[in-house]
């Protein structure tokens, strides 16, 4: 049974384009975050939810909107989508807010976007 | 601004062989370190950590250690095993994990 699932797993789409990415963790954790893994293999973290409410929200373009329904839950909208976009996208969840002892986050299995 | 950094992309090792995966970082308010295996098509999964105030975690074959003074970590794998063979990343503990690139491990049979 999967911890951490996320939806598509490929997504393939045009410039300017408005897609969505689903994730649901069913580990009872507090915690979701979004990471971008760009070109150069960098895992960056772009957003972070904890039970609901925005926590941590890097220097993310606008056209980038998190929606956290319920804490097993946060998806990520996409608007008007630009080359530059083409990433692995990976959803993770923790018991708390990543602090020390509590830093191991539980990763989905990403969610390569191209961008065309 | 690259806060942690692992600045060998590959390292290829023999089976049997000691596998040595290095990691420096920059902001000395770091308390918590990480090791993160990833295989491909995969999401990263826990290895091994470590707290700031310690300079060594063992667990079974891998072993992490930290040099405050230097601002440098190393992941110790011994002995290698050809399942060994990931992208190891290491991530330090602010206000979120904060990752480097990634360090692909091969390991030889």
């Known amino acids: 049974d999967t911890a951490v699932s996320q939806t598509p797993k490929y997504l393939v789409t045009q410039m300017g384009n408005d897609k969505s990415i689903k994730c649901e963790q069913n580990?009872?954790?507090?915690?979701m975050y979004w990471y971008k893994q760009d070109s150069k293999k960098f895992l960056k973290i772009m957003f972070s939810y904890n039970n609901k409410e925005l926590i941590i929200n890097e220097t993310v373009p606008n056209r980038f909107s998190p929606k956290s329904p319920d804490k097993a839950h946060l998806n990520l909208h996409i608007n008007s989508l630009e080359l530059g976009d083409s990433a692995v996208y990976f959803c993770a969840s923790s018991q708390d807010i990543v602090r020390g002892p509590a830093g191991e986050l539980f990763f989905g299995e990403g969610s390569r976007l191209t961008v065309l | 601004d690259q806060q942690v950094k692992q600045n060998s992309p590959s390292l290829s090792v023999q089976e049997g062989r000691i596998s040595i995966l290095n990691c420096d970082y920059t902001?000395?308010?770091?308390?918590?370190f990480l090791w993160y295996k990833k295989y491909p098509a995969e999401g990263p999964t826990f290895l091994i950590s470590?707290?700031?105030?310690?300079d060594k975690n063992e667990d079974g074959r891998f072993t992490v250690f930290l040099n405050k003074s230097a601002k440098h970590l190393s992941l110790h794998i011994v002995p290698s095993q050809p399942g060994d063979s990931a992208v190891y990343f290491c991530?330090?503990?602010?206000?979120?994990?904060?990752f480097g690139k990634g360090t692909t491990l091969s390991v030889s049979s």
């Open positions: 991530a330090a503990s602010g206000t979120a994990l904060i």
């Open positions: 470590i707290s700031s105030i310690k």
């Open positions: 902001n000395s308010m770091f308390d918590y």
């Open positions: 580990l009872g954790h507090d915690t």
